[in-house]
């Protein structure tokens, strides 16, 4: 059931006092005067703290800067009269005695009577003796449909025309935005750069960053990275691929269902958070990192708090990337009753959440080590789809070396011997080949001279990989990976020496 539908059935069924929670006093106003003027037949009074009473003649002003004078115009009025009373931010004088009490009075005259006082306020904040008097609906930011309208709106006003797909781009960008902050977001646009075009994009995105900041669990991400500068892993490249598209309007139209999230296990330094930046970039999608460290928080019920609002802020924001780094280490104490039921509870809100969420949002989880992660997160349903990555064979190595020395040396990469750096590389994992370049760069530098095949090889012999250094992990993480329950991201052709 939508907005508009629910208010007024709460309408009709004389529901005493309605709590709107939402940011858009305007936008809420709006609605609610044009769903009275064309479904019910009600006279409406606005009430603000500074302003009292303000559309109304007979009662301009009446009520200013006394929230239990407002109260007292709805038993003013005869008892015939149907109204709506709209009191602006009043959610922050329920805890007065005085307000609660005469709220509680009214609510049995209220139910008698076609009347109805409407709370908006943008905090949440309900005392408990006023919890079964007051009922709560929540107004959601503009849907697709509402924003692709406002932006058609305002082009028009503008006299500027662009093509659907820049529209359908524009209008994804603006999701979890208000209407207010995209009208200013564009007019700044307009202002700066005279046109709305592709780099409009990046613009909207980082007015959301703005959002994000401040909220101290979430971080914003920009990122660069791309599928390119992912080594091997072709079957995770494959599955990414087919549902780059996924958050499209004709990716809906088609009956597709919206991709959930991936799960990356593996070997550190494979290239797992490279991945989560790259599908951010790739998509076109803001990409949120979370701080696992902040979400749990000493005071009780302090941690499932944080993550009710990570994952109001994630959703309000989608279509998002939601980058958890990690996540074997974030619920590793579940199960021992070490933090009083903590985990657990965070654990059985996220994976509730992961689920049945319906709003966009693409999770992707990373993990090291697969014994610390509670059978819950891993079971199907949870993500699309769960890869394992391995450490890098030959073919990969080789494309690894390609890919980070042209970054270093655009112009002269062809130069180098691949096979021979992939052969001294055995066991090394796609960070440890970049760092070996670079200390092959520092050596030669040193020397005042380019770096060569040579200096790689001799930075290669220096290093003692990780994987030898935890032999017995990395050889327990591979065989339960071959064990058939787990997808592996690279093709099986490219694990022939």
Known sequence: MNFNDELMLLLKARYPVIYIHTIEEDRVEYIIRKNIKTKLNRSIYTWDFVDGYTNNPNNEGFGRRNPLQALELVERLTSETPALFLLKDFNRFLTDISISRKLKNLSRVLKLRPKTIIIIGSELNIP???????????????????????????????????????????????????????????????????????????????????????????????????????????????????????????????????????????IQG???????????????????????????????????SRLRQMINVAETLSPCILWIDEIDKAFSNVGNGGDAGTSNRVLATFISWLSEKTKPVFVVATANNVDLLPLEVIRKG???????????KKQEREQIFKIHIQEFRPKTWDLFDYSKLAQLSESFSGAEIRQSIIDAMYHAFYEKRE??????????????????????????????????RIRLASSKTIYIN
Do not use: H, M
Request: proline share 3%; glycine share 6%; with cysteine.
């Open 128 to 266: 408990t003796e006023l919890q079964d008097l007051i009922t709560v609906l929540n107004f959601q930011l503009p849907i697709e449909n509402e924003i692709n309208q406002e932006l058609c709106r305002l082009l028009r006003s503008l006299n500027l025309e662009i093509n659907s797909q820049l529209i359908e781009k524009l209008t994804r960008a603006c999701q979890g935005l208000s209407l207010e902050r995209i009208r200013r977001v564009l007019s700044k646009i307009i202002a700066t750069y005279k046109t709305i075009d592709e780099s409009s994009i990046e613009v909207l995105l980082n007015e959301k960053k703005q959002i994000i900041s401040q909220t101290q669990i979430l971080e914003y991400w920009s990122t660069t990275e791309s599928i390119g500068n992912i080594g091997g892993v072709n079957n995770l490249k494959d599955w990414l691929k087919k549902r780059k598209i996924s958050f499209t309007i004709q990716a809906s139209n088609y009956g597709l269902p919206t991709p959930r999230g991936l799960l990356l296990i593996g």
């Open 270 to 304: 494979t290239g797992k958070s490279l991945t989560a930046k790259a599908i951010a970039t790739e998509w076109q999608l803001p990409l949120l990192k979370l701080d696992v460290g902040k979400l749990f928080g000493g005071i009780v019920g302090e941690s499932e």
């Open 382 to 392: 949870r993500f699309d789809e769960i890869f394992f990555l391995d450490l890098p």
């Open 451 to 484: 770096f060569t095949t040579a200096d790689i090889c001799y930075a290669l012999n220096e290093v003692i990989p990780l994987a030898q250094l935890e032999n017995t992990q990395t050889l327990k993480l591979q065989s339960w990976a071959s064990s058939g």
